[in-house]
């Protein structure tokens, strides 16, 4: 399967009495999201087919091609309107592969205090830790931390 940086999917935009609106993908069945206005449901419907073509490619999935939007035009109910939805992939791959996962790690309580004095962030020292453990050189972006020796 490969993967495409680019996805563009019909999804019908169903519109109910209270003010709400449904999304669905006739082409991705279970790849639903609802949205209170259009600029909402517009983010929603994005959000929910980027993660879904994730799960799909993660799990080996066959992805189908767009339906032709004409056809799905044809069975559309009077509360219901058809858009095009567009997805880069690249970028929820990667803040899906960014996500910070938290760890529970033990130290003794003298290091803790140690850090804490000097105000070490120990999660960016794990990381940083880490990637030279496994050999891996990328440019790290930090964030800026007042310290007591930089204050």
């Known amino acids: 399967m490969q993967k495409q940086d680019k996805y ?8 109910y009495d209270d003010d709400k609106i449904g999304i669905t993908f006739p082409d991705l069945p279970g790849c639903v999201s609802c949205g209170d206005d259009i600029p909402d449901a517009m983010h929603m419907a994005t959000d929910a087919l980027g993660l879904h073509l994730l799960g799909m490619e993660d799990d080996g999935d066959e992805i189908p091609a767009p339906s032709d939007v004409f056809e799905i035009k044809k069975q559309l109910k009077p509360n219901q309107i058809l858009t095009l939805i567009e997805v880069f992939m690249p970028r929820i791959r990667d803040s899906v592969n960014n996500k910070a ?5 033990t130290l003794p309580q003298w290091l803790i205090s140690a850090g804490r004095e000097e105000n070490i962030n120990f999660s960016q020292t794990l990381q940083d830790a880490l990637m030279e453990k496994l ?5 790290i972006k930090r964030r800026k931390y007042k310290s007591k020796q930089y204050a």
Do not use: M, Q
Not at 8 to 15: D, E, G, K, Q, T
Not at 101 to 105: A, E, G, L, R, Y
């Open 101 to 105: 996962v938290n760890k529970t790690v």
């Open 135 to 139: 050999g891996i050189h990328r440019e």
């Open 8 to 15: 563009i999917y019909p999804a019908v935009f169903s519109f």
